[in-house]
């Protein structure tokens, strides 16, 4: 054996011991696939038409048999996977409802604060009209006073301008 062939040999050794410690303590390890792994690991992925050491128009498939059943995880653990995701799902979609009902939430008070403010506005354009109006009235009253002391200065004008009888 070549030194290279022996490298490649200790080094499949090894993770051969890696890949069964892993499934020792590991129930979801395929361990009918372990061979494949190592193989692919230490050899390196697939190239079309050569396996070392077998020459040309061989490929690891024909070679090794499939290497398409990678890890699959068991039926319970499969199970346990979906239930996970469902549950991830449900409180996805509790805190979508949450975050909803926080925009609506924030959304009507804003439409209750921009009701307040109109209020607020209009409340203070009657005051300001109220206020004109007030002013109006009183520059009217003390117009009709002063018209009313000038007919009264005139009336005493005139008198004063008649010869006495």
Known sequence: ???????????LKEKKAEYE?????????????????????????ERY?????QG?????????????QQYMPSGSQAQAE????????????ASTVEQIAEVQRKYEELQQQLLADAAEREAAAAMRE????????????????LQLQLQQMMKMF????????
């Open 1 to 11: 054996m070549t030194s290279e062939a022996g490298e490649i040999m200790e080094r």
């Open 21 to 45: 410690a892993t499934a020792s303590t590991d129930s979801s390890v395929n361990h009918e696939d372990i061979n494949n792994r190592i193989i692919n690991k230490v050899l390196g992925p």
């Open 49 to 53: 038409g050569r396996v070392q050491f």
């Open 56 to 68: 040309s128009g061989v490929t690891p498939t024909q070679y090794f048999g499939s290497s398409s």
């Open 82 to 93: 979906v239930q996970r995701l469902r549950d991830h799902l449900a409180q996805m979609q």
């Open 130 to 145: 109220a206020a004109a109006a007030a002013r109006e009235a009183e520059q009217s009253r003390k117009y009709d006073e």
């Open 158 to 165: 005139q008198q004063s301008q008649q010869p006495p009888s």
